[in-house]
Every structure is written in C-alpha cells, then in structure tokens.
T-cell receptor, first 113, second 112 residues
Framework: GAGVSQSPSNKVTEKGKDVELRCDPI?????LYWYRQSLGQGLEFLIY????????KSGLPSDRFSAERTGGSVSTLTIQRTQQEDSAVYLC???????????FGEGSWLTVV | AQSVSQHNHHVILSEAASLELGCNYS??????LFWYVQYPGQHLQLLLK??????LVKGIKGFEAEFIKSKFSFNLRKPSVQWSDTAEYFC??????????FGAGTRLTVKP
C-alpha cells in the first residue's frame, strides 16, 4: 500500500476483554515496529520485527501483550485481559530495513472502560 | 539504562524566537539519528535525519540538527520559529542499524 495502514482506528473495549490491533506495513518494508503513545507521554517502544529474525520483544510491558507478524508483512498486536492503563494510541511503523527512516501509520486509539 | 533523553518537556516561544531542543542518547556504537514531528491531529513524520558525513544536517521547514559525537547529542535548532511550528518533537536513535528508540518528546508552543 501507499502508507502504513492500521485498524481499527478507534476501539473502545471493556476492562478484561482481549483486543487485536492490525498493522499493514508499506509494501517491501522488512522492518516493522509497534509503539505506544499515552496522553502526555512519549513514544514507548513495544516490539520490533526485522525480516525473518526473532523479534525484539523487550518493550512489551507485560505478558498480556503479544505480537506476531505473518508472512513478513501484516502484524497483529494482541492485548489480553485489557486494563484501563492500556488506554493509549498504538502506533505501527515500518521501514525498508533496520536503521532507516520509519514511516508511521495513523495509529489505533484504544480506550479501555 | 540505554536511553534517549529529551530535556525539555514543554517549550513556549514567541514567533521569531530561536529554538533549540536538546537530545542526548546513551548508546555506544554506530547510531543513526532522527527528529520526527507530530503536528496537532496528525501522525508522526520525519523532520530530518543523520546517517553519516556532515554532522550538521538540514531538514524541512528551516530546521537543522547537529550531531556532536563526543557529547552523544543531536540537538534540533531553528533560527526563527513560526506559529505553524507548534507541534511535538521527538528525537529517535537507531542503534547499530537495529531498532528505533524515541525520546519522551518535547511539546513546542509558539505564541503568535
């Protein structure tokens, strides 16, 4: 696609429910990143995929968070048993390779009530 | 801990004032350095980047940044800000051609 596409753009969920957020990176981009941006906070790194290498999961805040990337393209971020503190904008970004300019999607706004 | 530090959380300037936003990182080895900007209601976009060569890099909209290796710094500057520069600015560092880590961001408010 022309840009990084994320869905849903907005999600309101009840505490305790699971949510899945999807990211479709720019075609041909081998690197894919997930970040979280909370109100008044900066960009918190969550996870990074590069090609077929094992992902860098060092930023995932708890074991309720997981992500996968199928076929080296689309990625899904899953949050299990959501908590109110999970409310944030979840941003996906991709780049041609590691170390290069990354391009962001519009983000998925998650509100846990 | 290895990190990217932006010292100013919120900067308020009048139009035509000069701007300098600090960014320091604590990673060793090869780094690629970036500044991203997020205008109100918009998504993050690249302002400028440094990979190698001249440590003074020029970006869009009159912004520039200087890489000082000895100080592990990559400060963003603009000689004369405009109201339209009101945005949040993020410094980012890619370590050893690996993942990308961001600073906490600096909110810039330019008063007309």
């Amino acid at each position: 696609g022309a840009g990084v596409s994320q869905s849903p753009s907005n999600k309101v969920t009840e505490k305790g429910k699971d949510v899945e957020l999807r990211c479709d990176p720019i075609s041909g981009h081998t690197a894919l990143y997930w970040y979280r941006q909370s109100l008044g906070q900066g960009l918190e790194f969550l996870i990074y995929f590069q090609g077929n290498s094992a992902p860098d999961k060092s930023g995932l805040p708890s074991d309720r968070f997981s992500a996968e990337r199928t076929g080296g393209s689309v990625s899904t971020l899953t949050i299990q048993r959501t908590q109110q503190e999970d409310s944030a904008v979840y941003l996906c970004a991709s780049s041609r390779g590691s170390g290069n300019t990354i391009y962001f999607g519009e983000g998925s706004w998650l509100t846990v009530v | 801990a290895q990190s990217v530090s932006q010292h100013n959380h919120h900067v308020i300037l009048s139009e035509a004032a000069s701007l300098e936003l600090g960014c320091n990182y604590s990673y060793g080895g090869t780094v690629n350095l970036f500044w991203y900007v997020q205008y109100p209601g918009q998504h993050l976009q690249l302002l400028l980047k440094y990979f190698s060569g001249d440590p003074l890099v020029k970006g869009i909209k009159g912004f520039e940044a200087e890489f000082i290796k000895s100080k592990f710094s990559f400060n963003l500057r603009k000689p004369s800000v405009q109201w339209s520069d009101t945005a949040e600015y993020f410094c980012a560092v890619s370590r050893n051609n690996n993942d990308m880590r961001f600073g906490a961001g600096t909110r810039l408010t330019v008063k007309p």
